[in-house]
């Protein structure tokens, strides 16, 4: 880490966390070896009922380091009330799962003077060398236009005045709405290709998936469905489609279609797996197009339930 380089008053750093304990130290240790120097770290608990609590508690006298355990309710109001105790006129949020290197640190107290004009700023999410292994949680931003919360940065009084995150959407499309918002009112956030955090490819369970499938599926497309509501015009901006209708009947193929050609270039992609290692990974892709054929069948079953909110969500 770059020594020199000034501790910032400007712009600090918040992570809001919950149920990760097994990342959170990681994270931490991170910001301890690369940041710390640089910008103050705010850690929101949403109310975790696993070792998080005890881990903090550890951490708990570091310097720059700030630390609030909240009722468990959602990210969307665990993010607000990072804001609300910003001690900085900036706030970077990213997630528990990414991994922030020293060049992410030395970048990100420059961005209130070079965007000071900007209601925000979008950096890049990539992820790490290789293909994606089959059956895993990933997200990829490289080149901009996601606005996900995992690089993104803002001006608190902005936000504020805006309303912060809306606290409806609980886990799914907060970030989406957030931006839409700032776009409507502010006109643009920048992309700042500079600013990357490393998503790394973190392995899904199989029984859990199955049994959220359902849920999991209705929220998500209910919460599509209110950002199209509140974003009728600058809905596309974020969607390959012009409303939330096309958006959801594309779900009905793109991810099964998106999971085979993950396992396949996985599979046949990666140089020197041991035969354990492929077996494991045919293993792994099977299960991704168990989980995906089932996670398709319940958004047809969710959308037909749904299809007389969906056919009014169309663009006119």
């Avoid at 720059?64 to 969307?76: F, G, K, N, V, Y």
Wanted: proline share 7%; charged share 25%.
């Amino acid at each position: 880490m770059n020594s020199d380089l000034p501790f910032s008053t400007s712009i600090s750093l918040a992570v809001v966390t919950y149920n990760q304990a097994d990342l959170l130290t990681g994270f931490l240790e991170r910001w301890l070896k690369f940041g710390s120097a640089r910008v103050a770290l705010t850690v929101v608990d949403d109310g975790s009922d696993d070792a998080t609590p005890k881990i903090l508690r550890a951490w708990a006298r570091r310097p720059r380091l700030r630390m609030h355990r909240i009722p468990h309710s959602s990210i969307a109001k665990a993010r607000n009330h990072a804001l609300r105790e910003a001690p900085t006129p900036w706030l970077a949020f990213s997630d528990t799962d990414c991994i922030l290197d020293e060049r992410y640190f030395d970048i990100l107290p420059s961005l209130p003077d070079r965007f000071r004009n900007d209601p925000a700023v979008e950096g890049a999410v990539v992820p790490p060398p290789g293909p994606k292994p089959p059956f895993t949680h990933s997200m990829f931003n490289v080149q901009g236009g996601t606005f996900a919360t995992a690089n993104m940065v803002f001006h608190v009084p902005t936000l504020l005045e805006l309303g912060g995150f809306d606290e409806a959407f609980l886990n799914f499309r907060e970030d989406s709405d957030l931006a839409l918002t700032l776009l409507e009112h502010r006109g643009s956030i920048p992309f700042c290709p500079d600013l990357q955090v490393i998503h790394p490819h973190l392995e899904r369970k199989f029984l859990f998936s199955l049994r959220r499938a359902m849920s999991m599926q209705e929220r998500l497309i209910r919460s599509e469905m209110r950002l199209f509501q509140k974003h009728p015009v600058s809905y596309r901006r974020l969607r390959h489609f012009p409303d939330a209708y096309g958006t959801v009947r594309n779900w009905c193929w793109k991810y099964s279609a998106l999971h085979a050609r993950e396992c396949r270039n996985y599979l046949f992609h990666s140089q020197g797996l041991s035969r354990m290692e492929m077996l494991r990974g045919w293993a792994r892709a099977l299960q991704a197009m168990v989980v995906a054929g089932f996670e398709q069948f319940c958004v047809i079953l969710v959308s037909a339930k749904q299809a007389n909110s969906l056919s009014k969500l169309r663009a006119r």
